[in-house]
């Protein structure tokens, strides 16, 4: 080991500016990127927990036909708070957390860019949050207009007063946008100005390349959104008629203007879920991630088209027969780089000598489902077939197989396998299995059911429906009650082995990647030095590191 | 076969003595951090540019009965000439600056800020003597939509040059780089950009 003397300057600069909280400060006022990632965590699990209670009651609402449980408006304030709370408060800002803690020890840096920034970023989530929820008390209810929030439905304003709760979601999400902007701002930076020495793009963990493209997406395609509920803010509280269609103004111009956004926020939820196979799947399979390169650039050709297609949830708005055509072929397109990533994950397995914990078996339902979710995808692009469902269960269970059964089963794998990383310890591996497969059939039960029912004509967004459709309703509602459930063993596990699990090394996993090179959990600058990258990721089955379980496959 | 990882070895540059490459690598994070975040900006902007443009061509009445929308006065053409004259001076400011020319770039700095009160100053008269309202059919919500968001944007502009002037005073301030004092002029020329297409968007394009 040679004694740098450049050390000495760097790590006498570094210690200016550590002045590290102690005790219960620690997790209030830190700009520990790893402090906030697991502030994040824990914050949107609480609020992925609250939001996933509304739709336990709307599951029990529609076990019978008839409206019986919620009255009318009340159900409306659910699906909308359920599916604004869940993007919004779960899936993007979960991820983010994950990134937050991740991102810099996997490119070899000491912070994020800006660590003030990030934790004002962090602050803005439980207050928008609690605002949001606050809107539940108002006299005037909650937001009713679901979580795309269209006019002229959304400008209606029933009760008359002036604090709404359409005026507080708009306040929500444009709060949760800057919030965004601010992580944007922040990950983009550090990715591209932080790099450890040697560290090139294209040595890059594939988790690293999800995180920038999706938050170049939220950069670049986010604002859009901010626009539109700086538009809905005017009409609704000053009445400037942009939207109303009585007054000159144009509701469909709202759609095309939240979708620009909205659409590629699919990729941006999805982008990190796919980081967070490309990282397990190897591990798990002790081989390297297959076609590498490909799978790094297949992310920005993801985001890219990603950014083409948004008309294409807009084809019953009237759109015209070019303007369907056009974003039908985009739509498709999505396939070919998601496809490659698919394929890629496949070719790791094949040969592979598998582990099956934890956290592999929820990648490895994860992408299962996550094909059948696209094959849906691919169906639901077609114009035709699209016309046909649309505004049906079928596109509910379309998209909660991929934000439910791909994405949140991601975030699952991605907490069991960096929750020794994190805590230094091991979860307890019965709790979590019991835990997936709570999940994988809970899940299943809960959204397959809507393909079907969806194919047989059920509007989505009613609180009664006819009768005919009651049997796979019952179904779907029992799969919801189970999945409820499953976040107990969870719970249970992951509080339980943060205490109290066994204590484990640096790697347990005998993983690659800079995240492991440092000690668990990793001391406040990450690292004693900063490391320099001399190869490219995933060197599973080559290393001479002893790794039991791993196969020498030469 | 090697360790793909050699924690203990280190390949940058000297950083020298004096820490001037720490310095330069804020400075260049900070300015990258900075102008993508113009650029995020800069897409809410075009999503209300959209909107105009979008409204302006379809609609059948674009101007209510009795309204005649924005209209290209004197004043309006001297406030375009007062702002857009003040990137000039803030880019002399900054020049002076990099010269450590304190005084001057004080003196140069202050006359932005004014510059740019004079514009928000003509903006509000123009709007208190309008005979239309942002509830005014689509040229009045279009028209306060645009000139209200780009107006927030020379406020904050405003306030981060008096932050930048108050700063300017504190003793050894420049000693870590000024890229404060360069975000705050990138962001005055980007407020100064967009007005080019307020104006263009808002008043030499005339509904007919």
Redesign the interface.
Known sequence: ??N?P??G??SA?ESEHIEQETGWQRYFFSTDHKVIGIQYLVTTFIFFLIAGLFSMVMRGELVTPESDIVDRPLYNGLFTMHGTMMIFLWIIPTQVGLANYLVPLMIGARDM??PLLNEIAYWIIPFAGLLLLSSFLLPSGTAQAGWWSYPPVSLQNPSGHVFNGELFWILGIALLGISS?MG???F??TI???RA??MTYFRMPIFVWTVLSAQLLQ??????L???A??LF??LT?????FNPF????PI?YQ??FW?YSHPAVYVMVLPAFGVFSEVIPAFSRKPLFGYRSVALASFGIAIVSTLVWVHHMFASGTPGWMRMLFMLTTMLVAVPTGVKVFAWAATIWNGKLHLQTPMLFALAGVVMFVFAGITGVMLGSTAFDLHVNNTYFVVGHFHYVVYNTITMAIFAAIYYWFPKITGRMYAEGWGKLHFWLTFIGANLTFFPMHPLGLQGMVRRISSYDPQYQSWNIVASIGSFLLGMATLPFIINMVGSTLQGRKVSDNPWHA?G?EW?TSSPPPVEN??????????PY?YG????PSPGATDRE | MESPIHPNHLQQPLPQPDGSAHIEDERSKVMFGFTIFLLSESIIFVSFFVTLIALKLTAHQWLPPGVSGPEITTPVIINTVVLLSSSIVIYFAERALERNHLGKFRLLWLTTSAMGAYFLVGEIKEWLGLNFGVSTGLVGATFYLLTGFHGLHVTAGIILQMIMLARSFIPGNYNHGRYGVSAVSLFWHFVDAIWIFVFSLLYLWQAT
Do not use: R, W
């Open positions: 080991m040679t740098n450049i050390e300057i760097a600069h860019a800006f902007i944007g701002v922040n983009v930076t591209v100005k932080m020495p040697g950069l670049f395609c986010l604002p859009a901010t626009g539109a700086i538009l005017l009409e000053l009445g400037a008629p942009l007054k000159e103004g144009s111009l095309h203007l620009f690659t800079l090179t690292f004693e030095e900063i490391p320099v990258v001399t190869s490219a060197g080559k290393s001479k590191a």
